[in-house]
């Protein structure tokens, strides 16, 4: 079976700019989270779908960011506008509805100049 | 509120030496315990549950409920063992998030 895809592997970008990142979670699950990594270590909790619903948004850091999951199945995030503080690796990561083991995605590395 | 620990950024042992990397945990209720790894240009990947009590790659980890705890040992490190690990801890139900510690840089030195 497929695996957690995500793109773009690397963006860069300037300060100011907007940035798409797209998941696509292994067919059929239905838990979607997305995780960043900060300073090259923690791995902080973003968001969590269940299906194409928002299950848990406490961890989004502020209005510049959103999330979508369209019908369930792929989910993009979008910084926009992007700031510097906001580089590090996004990480999408997929569960089937009671597995609770987590399948995760290569990461989105995103660096804002 | 749901809050995992890990007390050591990075940890250095010697080939065949013991490993214990250590993870605390605080949670009202009976979560469910993780630890994940990350070998070099690999993903983030399940190493072991505390549900499966099993051994994987010769490491196991114990839920101790009395003192919050999910240890990850190993008697003999390999070179291969060198990774991050995040102990990781997640609710009673499916709708639960997953959340992470700061992770555990291991390396196992020739």
């Known amino acids: 079976e497929a695996g957690v895809t995500q793109f773009p592997s690397h963006s860069v970008i300037e300060k100011g700019q907007t940035v798409t990142l797209r998941c696509d979670p292994i067919s059929g699950h239905d838990n979607l989270y997305w995780y960043r990594r900060v300073m090259g270590k923690e791995i902080k909790f973003l968001l969590h779908f269940v299906k194409e619903s928002k299950q848990d948004e406490s961890g989004m850091p502020n209005n510049r960011f959103l999330a979508e999951r369209t019908g369930g199945t792929y989910s993009t995030l979008k910084v926009q506008p992007a700031e510097l503080e906001d580089s590090g690796v996004y990480f999408c990561?997929?569960?089937?509805?009671?597995?609770?083991?987590?399948?995760f995605g290569a990461g989105s590395r995103l660096t804002v100049l | 509120a749901q809050r995992v620990t890990q007390p050591e950024k990075l940890l250095s042992v010697f080939k065949g030496a013991p490993v214990e990397l250590k993870c605390n945990y605080s949670y009202s209720g009976s979560p469910e315990l993780f630890w994940y790894v990350q070998y070099s240009r690999q993903r983030l990947q399940l190493l072991l549950r505390?549900?499966s009590r099993e051994s994987i790659k010769g490491f196991t980890a114990d839920l101790n409920k009395g003192e919050t705890s999910f240890h990850l040992k190993k008697p003999f490190a390999q070179e291969e063992d060198s990774a991050m690990y995040y102990c990781a801890l997640m609710g009673k139900t499916s709708y639960d998030k997953v959340i992470f510690g700061p992770g555990t840089s291991l390396s196992v030195i020739p």
């Open positions: 990561a997929s569960s089937q509805y009671g597995a609770n083991v987590l399948t």
């Open positions: 505390h549900i």
